[in-house]
C-alpha cells in the first residue's frame, strides 16, 4: 500500500521555483520523509530528507507541515537539467525498513525553456 | 568519488538462458540492495545485503533469481531460465548502513534487461 500521495506531472519555467507537494497522512511518529528524483535512464538520486524540522541543503528545501501529514520539496531555481520524476517516501530510519524504500510512481516534473 | 557500478549495463538474452549482473558498491558501505523497475512504475525492492549476509528477499525474487554478496564487497544477481516478465531495469544501490543514513542511498544506474 502506497503511504504517499503525489500529483502525476507537474510543469515549471526554467529559473523559476519548483514546489512539488506530497501527502503523507498517515505516516507515524518515528518516520522520516525522503525525496530521490530519477532522471531518464538513470538510478534514483538522494535529494533530501526529514523528520519534522525544515531542511534545506544544496540541492532543495524541504518543508514540513506541523502535523507532519504532508510536505512540499522546494527546487528554487529550476533548470532543464531538473526535468525527471520525483519520489516522495516515508521510511523508518532504524527501524526495521534497513533503506527497503517503498517507491510509488512520483511526479514527472518538466522544465520548460 | 566512486559512485556504485554495475555492469553491464545493457543486456539482451534469449528466453530459457541465464543472466548474471554485478554492483559494485561505494566502498565500505556495508548495505547492497537490488530494486527491479519497469517501464512507467518506481523501482521494487528485491533483496538487501549487511555486509555478506543477504537478511531480506521479496516475495518477488523468485527461485530462479539469487544473490550473492561474498566477502561483503561486490554483488552478484543471477536469473536462471529467463522469461520475457523479467525484462526490467535491475538496480543495486548502497548505503552506510547508519540509523540516520538507513534510507540514504546511493543508486547505480542499473542494468536494462531485454528477454527476447
Known amino acids: 500500500d502506497a503511504k504517499t500521495t503525489q500529483p502525476p506531472s507537474m510543469d515549471c519555467a526554467e529559473g523559476r521555483a519548483a514546489n512539488l507537494p506530497c501527502n503523507h497522512s498517515?505516516?507515524?511518529?518515528?518516520?522520516?520523509v525522503y525525496w530521490y528524483r530519477q532522471i531518464h535512464s538513470q538510478g534514483p538520486q538522494y535529494i533530501i530528507h526529514?523528520?519534522?524540522n525544515n531542511e534545506t541543503n544544496e540541492m532543495a528545501s524541504l518543508i514540513i507541515t506541523e502535523d507532519r501529514k504532508s510536505s512540499t520539496l522546494i527546487l528554487p531555481h529550476a533548470t532543464l537539467r531538473d526535468t525527471a520524476v520525483y519520489y516522495c517516501?516515508?521510511?523508518?530510519?532504524?527501524?526495521?525498513?534497513?533503506?527497503?524504500?517503498?517507491f510509488g510512481q512520483g511526479t514527472i516534473l518538466t522544465v520548460h525553456p | 568519488d566512486t559512485g556504485v557500478s554495475q555492469d553491464p549495463r545493457h543486456k539482451i538474452t534469449k528466453r530459457g538462458q541465464n543472466v548474471t549482473f554485478r554492483c559494485d558498491p561505494i566502498?565500505?558501505?556495508?548495505?547492497l540492495y537490488w530494486y527491479r523497475q519497469t517501464l512507467g512504475q518506481g523501482p521494487e525492492f528485491l533483496t538487501y545485503?549487511?555486509?555478506?549476509?543477504?537478511?531480506?528477499k521479496s516475495r518477488l525474487l523468485s527461485d530462479r533469481f539469487s544473490a550473492e554478496r561474498p566477502k561483503g564487497s561486490f554483488s552478484t544477481l543471477e536469473i536462471q531460465r529467463t522469461e520475457q516478465g523479467d525484462s526490467a531495469m535491475y538496480l543495486c544501490?548502497?548505503?552506510?548502513?547508519?540509523?540516520?543514513?538507513?534510507?540514504?542511498?546511493?543508486f547505480g544506474s542499473g542494468t536494462q534487461l531485454s528477454v527476447l
Open positions: 526529514g523528520l519534522k
Open positions: 545485503f549487511q555486509n555478506e549476509a543477504q537478511l531480506e
Open positions: 566502498s565500505e558501505h556495508n548495505r
Open positions: 498517515t505516516i507515524s511518529g518515528n518516520e522520516y
Open positions: 544501490a548502497s548505503s552506510a548502513g547508519t540509523v540516520a543514513t538507513n534510507e540514504k542511498l546511493f
Open positions: 517516501i516515508v521510511g523508518d530510519a532504524g527501524g526495521t525498513s534497513y533503506g527497503k524504500l517503498t
